[in-house]
Nanobody, 123 residues
């Protein structure tokens, strides 16, 4: 059974930084993709960034390009989301999710979700 556990959320002032972690376990194969999604109150869940474990390719939402960086430590089975230049509109619950490929993540064809971690950015 795949398990995804997020950590690293918190309260930060606008312009600040946070690093989220997603510890993954239970995968039968090494070829999968991990994505970060977020959901703000009253809004739909949206994709933020994703990475392929096999070739390291990445995708970002336009709203976070240049500010967020997704990376993977395959030895630790952990994916990180480094968030810089945070804005109040980045406030949301952030979830990590797994799928077979980045394309599947982009299509929200998700296999497993983490429990989420709250990120709050004050103005």
């Amino acid at each position: 059974e795949v398990q995804l556990v997020e950590s690293g959320g918190g309260l930060v002032q606008a312009g600040g930084s946070l690093r989220l972690s997603c510890a993954a376990s239970g995968f039968a194969f090494d070829d999968y993709a991990i994505g970060w999604f977020r959901q703000a109150p009253g809004k739909e869940r949206e994709g933020v960034a994703c990475i392929s474990r096999s070739d390291g390719s990445t995708l970002y939402a336009d709203s976070v390009k240049g500010r967020f960086t997704i990376s993977s430590d395959n030895a630790k089975n952990t994916v990180y989301l480094e968030m810089n230049g945070l804005k109040p509109e980045d406030t949301a619950v952030y979830y990590c999710a797994s799928a077979d490929t980045i394309v599947a993540l982009k299509q929200h064809d998700i296999d497993s979700w983490g429990q989420g971690t709250q990120v709050t950015v004050s103005s």
